[in-house]
């Protein structure tokens, strides 16, 4: 996807979590993102993002055998 330019802001909160704000560009345009992981659940919130002229919201949760899964929308 040609992942370039990336600026991102890392805040850890007191509880232990992460707040993440990236932006960057892609060969589709401008990619944002606004992201909670919380580390002692191995949880991904994308609050907000924005790829290829779509916006995209959900919840990733890491599985027992490591991967991601969960439901991300696209609009």
Request: glycine share 14%; hydrophobic share 45%.
């Amino acid at each position: 996807m040609g992942l370039a330019d990336v600026d991102a802001t890392v805040k850890l909160s007191p509880n232990g979590a992460y707040s993440i704000l990236a932006k960057g560009t892609t060969d589709y345009g401008p990619l944002t993102a606004d992201l909670f992981f919380a580390s002692g659940s191995a949880a991904v919130d994308v609050r907000n993002a924005r790829f290829a002229g779509m916006d995209i919201k959900g919840q990733l949760r890491q599985t027992g055998a490591g991967p991601y899964a969960g439901r991300l929308d696209f609009a």
